[in-house]
């Protein structure tokens, strides 16, 4: 089991930035890979970015290429998204993943990831 809790959302302005914190316990050391995923009302949950567990590579949907960072510092059992230049389209809950499949990187399939935070709600006001 791996337990998952987010940390690190508001609201904001546009322009401005968040950092997202996803500290991972249990059986951290078995994670392959994580994500993080956003719903906006009344849309699908989406894949905004992933990193392997032990660092290196990372992976970003176009819409947050650019402006979002995703990074695990330190061998921490912390993953971040750092959000900067956020617009009002960022507006969503956003959630953290843990993939343990070891089946291929980057994961973007959400069916893949089997452990989930509970979400936190990011606003971004105009």
């Known amino acids: 089991q791996v337990q998952l809790v987010e940390s690190g959302g508001g609201l904001v302005q546009a322009g401005g930035s968040l950092r997202l914190s996803c500290a991972a316990s249990g059986r951290a050391f078995d994670i392959y890979a994580m994500g993080w995923f956003r719903q906006a009302p009344g849309k699908e949950r989406e894949f905004v970015a992933a990193m392997p567990w032990s660092g290196g590579n990372t992976y970003y949907a176009d819409s947050v290429k650019g402006r979002f960072t995703i990074s695990r510092p330190n061998a921490e059992a912390t993953v971040y998204l750092q959000m900067n230049s956020l617009k009002p389209e960022d507006t969503a809950v956003y959630y953290c993943?843990?993939?343990?499949?070891?089946?291929?990187?980057?994961?973007?399939?959400?069916?893949?990831?089997?452990?989930w935070g509970q979400g936190t709600q990011v606003t971004v006001s105009s």
């Open positions: 993943a843990a993939d343990m499949s070891r089946f291929r990187f980057p994961e973007l399939l959400q069916a893949m990831y089997e452990y």
